[in-house]
């Protein structure tokens, strides 16, 4: 399983540090669009997306296994997000240097 060797966040973004590629930075704002929890995903499915303010921000990052948790400043918490899955959500790529 991928997963990255070290994650830091502040509360505008998250940045993943991964073994076989170069870091990538994933906004908050862009993480919580893309939330994958059942109630996000239907809202996507219908065309619609879900509510999110422009200054959202990541509280908190929990391990799943698979994935992490995220915490965001709107309360919601729901998803997980496995690490193949945010590994493909747009993001900025950083430097390949460890």
């Not at 997306?49 to 309360?75: C, H, N, T, W």
Request: net charge positive; aromatic share 8%; charged share 20%.
């Amino acid at each position: 399983m991928k997963s990255p060797r070290q994650i830091e966040f502040n509360a505008w973004a998250l940045t993943l540090h991964w073994n076989d590629g170069p870091a990538q930075r994933i906004a908050s704002h862009m993480l919580r669009m893309g939330c994958p929890c059942a109630e996000c995903r239907r809202l996507r499915l219908d065309g619609k997306a879900p509510v999110v303010p422009p200054d959202i921000a990541i509280l908190e990052i929990r391990p799943a296994g698979y994935g992490m948790q995220l915490v965001f400043s709107d309360k919601h918490e729901r998803g997980i997000f496995p690490w193949v899955y945010v590994a493909q959500l747009p993001h900025d790529i950083l430097s390949t240097s460890p």
